[in-house]
């Protein structure tokens, strides 16, 4: 078994690592920038922009993945950190409530102000905001019980941009930059994406999670090929040979050795014979041979169909670390 706390600490010491907490549609990404000042302990980190706290249960498992992305030769590389089903539930609020003092907010200033749960109803993270404000805080009782869309408080928090805190079982994350206007960017760093028509959607085909398991909280170790915002680089092979370390130590292990039988395939200039069809085997066949045009050259003809995948199978264009 994994430490996962142990490599959760590992990853927070890292500021090329960016991480995400709750699921499509409702999500906060904590990122920091390699000469960003930062606060924090073993288990947290706290810029002037956001920060987070990462402390997994002993139940918790890390599973290290690779999917495809976007065009050409991207992909994702990510850690999840996973619980068995009956441990990630949360309130599953559906309605604007308020919860009173964050008495466990990462920085002791911020402990006076109230969270307000949104009532987005997503199982597997309370999506909040924390304000101090008592302008704000009358709105927020007057529309108590109520929808978050039914009424001005939506419009309100944009205007406002009160503090964004997402809990789950593992941890927090907390975000402090203003919230974009409609129509707007997110800014570079942290961020949340508060996307209603994509709430309740599940993992992608390609995302090996374990059954009985879901992801709560995801690591974007530092990509070979993009920074943590997908801005690309000069490809960087040590960075690569890590994260290979990272789906040595906690990948699924039958997944590990068919990347390792591409390679070895493709070096030795054999023929495909007997991929496999489901959707998690392809990615990895897809990644794997991503991997090799940036370290070995074109890839040869024959492979070329299982390098470029039909669009159900990528992850969408915009994830983290998308190299």
């Not at 995400?20 to 606060?39: C, H, L, Q, T, Y």
């Amino acid at each position: 078994m994994v430490d996962a706390r142990g490599l959760a600490r590992e990853l927070l010491g890292d500021p090329a690592t960016g991480w995400s907490m709750g699921p499509p549609g409702a999500i906060a990404e904590f990122a920091r920038d390699p000469d960003e000042a930062g606060d924090g302990d073993a288990g947290s980190v706290v810029t002037g922009r956001g920060g987070i706290r990462l402390d997994p249960p002993p139940s918790a498992l890390p599973v290290a993945y690779e999917t495809p992305a976007g065009p050409e030769l991207h992909w994702t590389q990510a850690v999840a950190f996973c619980l068995p089903e009956g441990e990630v539930r949360r309130a599953g609020r559906t309605t604007v409530t308020e919860l009173g003092p964050d008495a466990d907010a990462l920085r002791a200033a911020d402990r006076g102000a109230v969270l307000v749960d949104l009532g987005l109803g997503t199982p597997t993270v309370d999506a909040c905001v924390r304000t101090a404000d008592p302008e704000l805080l009358a709105l927020v009782g007057a529309h108590a019980g109520r929808s978050l869309f039914d009424g001005p408080l939506a419009a309100e928090l944009v205007a406002r941009s009160p503090h964004r805190v997402f809990l789950t079982a593992v941890g927090r994350v907390e975000v402090y930059a203003p919230i974009p206007a409609p129509g707007g960017r997110s800014p570079l760093g942290p961020h949340t994406h508060l996307l209603p028509h994509l709430i309740g959607r599940g993992p992608g085909p390609t995302v090996p999670l374990p059954a009985g398991h879901v992801a709560v909280a995801h690591a974007y170790p530092a990509h070979p090929a993009a920074d943590h915002l997908g801005r690309p680089h000069p490809f960087d092979a040590d960075r690569l040979a890590a994260f290979d370390a990272l789906l040595d130590e906690a990948g699924d292990p039958l997944l590990r050795a068919l990347k390792e039988s591409v390679r070895d395939a493709v070096r030795a200039g054999r023929a495909p014979v007997e991929l496999p069809p489901d959707p998690v085997g392809r990615a990895v066949v897809a990644v794997t041979l991503r991997q090799l045009a940036r370290t070995d050259g074109p890839t040869p003809a024959e492979w070329r169909p299982y390098r470029d995948v039909p669009a159900e199978l990528l992850d969408p264009a915009g994830d983290p670390n998308a190299g």
